[in-house]
């Protein structure tokens, strides 16, 4: 998939996990790469090594103001992702998606360009169909804790159609499955983070409710090649589409992978399940295989021991890429005082 030398990409969110892979890739393939993000839950580090890039520009800015810039492709990461983050303060959450969406798909309509959206399998809610398709018009609660995050990438697809039909917009939308790897924030709460970090530390490690519940987990580089794929597609595609990896397991099962891998000596605990937490996620991507020609090809067992070995360098303050000494210790840092257990 070459880009053309004189493409501009704006990436919102691109200092988060996800967004800084993007960024990477992109450059990567030829491409000028506009970075933004207000660093709420991204780190200047996570794009550290691609600072001196001569085709790589990162700006401070929250996109739930106006952005006035001139770029041929955009892809619409920020907001938090993680239930941690996305409930500290939820409704900044909700303005990131829809006053968010609403900035970007304005740009896109000033600039006639194509727009993508990081939508979500929350979408779906705790879905009552299963595996998940995208016909299905999802379960969700719309008052609860998890509804900024939930009824806010839902309003921003609204959103994003509406562009589409009411401007002619080239939209895409991505609903995207749990997706992890290298670059998570290690205190962000999310399972496979909290679950690495206490094996490696010896801790308990937290599994929320009886352990049944099932999520089905896609590395970064599969997830990444999914969205890029998604942007190439001809104007007719534009989704929503769910892009994740359809091999589901329990948290139990992942719990015991963890320690397996790890090698840990950690013994599992129980703690609350939080409220609404879904009972079951896994994607029917048979659409984005037929469009895109797309499926994940790293499996959880070589993804997990990738990711391990990413946060022992955090850990140890060395992070397996050498260029992210200082987040990796900063990172580390605040894990003292944020991983449960
Ligand atoms: P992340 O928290 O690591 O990254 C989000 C980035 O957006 C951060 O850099 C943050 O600072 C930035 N941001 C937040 N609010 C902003 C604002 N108002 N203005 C500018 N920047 C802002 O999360 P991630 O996992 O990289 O997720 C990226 C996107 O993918 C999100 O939109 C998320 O909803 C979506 N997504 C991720 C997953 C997953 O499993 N990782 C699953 C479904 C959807
Ligand atoms: N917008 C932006 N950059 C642009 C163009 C628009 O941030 O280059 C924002 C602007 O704040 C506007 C929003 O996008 O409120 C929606 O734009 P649209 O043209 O759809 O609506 P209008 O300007 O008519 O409100
Ligand atoms: N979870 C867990 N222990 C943890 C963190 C999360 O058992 O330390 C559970 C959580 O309750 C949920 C699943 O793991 O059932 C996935 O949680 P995550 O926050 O990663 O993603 P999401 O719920 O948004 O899919």
């Known amino acids: 998939m070459p880009y053309n030398l004189a493409q501009r990409i704006l990436v919102t969110g691109g200092s988060g996990f996800l967004g800084s892979h993007l960024c990477e890739r992109l450059l990567a393939n030829g491409a000028e790469v506009l970075c933004v993000d207000n660093f709420f839950t991204g780190t200047r580090g996570n794009v550290e090594h691609l600072l001196d ?14 952005l006035y810039v001139e770029v041929d492709q955009i892809y619409n990461l920020a907001c938090p992702a993680s239930p941690v983050h996305y409930q500290h ?16 798909l304005g740009l896109a309509k000033r600039l006639k360009v ?14 009552t169909v ?8 999802g379960n969700v609660n719309p008052i609860g804790p998890r509804s900024c995050y939930d009824e806010g990438k839902r309003c921003a697809e609204t959103l994003f159609f509406d562009y589409r039909r009411q ?4 939209i895409k939308v991505a609903r995207i499955f749990n997706t992890y790897g290298p670059r998570m ?60 990896n359809p091999n ?18 950690s013994n599992v605990v129980h703690r609350p399940l939080p409220q609404d937490d879904p009972r079951q996620r896994q994607p029917d991507i048979s659409h984005a295989n037929a469009l895109l020609g797309w499926a994940p090809q790293v499996s959880l067992r070589q993804g997990l021991a990738r990711t391990i070995a990413y946060f022992e360098g ?22 003292e005082r944020a991983v449960p257990g």
């Not at 890039?53 to 106006?66: A, C, I, K, M, S």
């Not at 401007?167 to 080239?170: I, P, Q």
Request: hydrophobic letters at 35%; one cysteine or more; glycine letters at 8%.
């Open 89 to 104: 303060d939820p409704v900044q959450t909700t303005k990131t998606s829809v006053i968010g969406a609403i900035n970007m």
């Open 314 to 335: 955090v850990l140890t303050g060395s992070a397996r890429e050498p260029s992210r000494s200082h987040a990796a210790s900063s990172d580390a840092r605040r894990l």
């Open 130 to 137: 299963h595996p998940q398709t995208e016909d299905y018009w």
């Open 114 to 127: 194509s727009i993508l959206q990081a939508s979500t399998s929350e979408v779906y809610g705790d879905p």
């Open 167 to 170: 401007h002619r917009l080239a």
């Open 53 to 66: 890039h001569h085709r790589f520009e990162l700006l401070r800015h929250d996109v739930t103001f106006p």
């Open 248 to 265: 589901e397991v329990t948290m139990r099962e992942l719990a015991e992978l963890t320690i397996e891998l790890t090698g840990s000596r």
């Open 185 to 244: 924030h290690p205190n962000d709460g999310r399972v496979i983070s909290n679950f690495i970090v206490q094996a490696l530390r010896g801790h308990d490690i937290t599994i929320y409710g009886d352990g049944l519940q099932s999520r089905a987990f896609c590395y970064v580089d599969d997830l990444i090649d999914g969205l890029m794929r998604l942007m190439q597609s001809s104007d007719d595609v534009t989704g929503p589409l769910n892009l994740g």
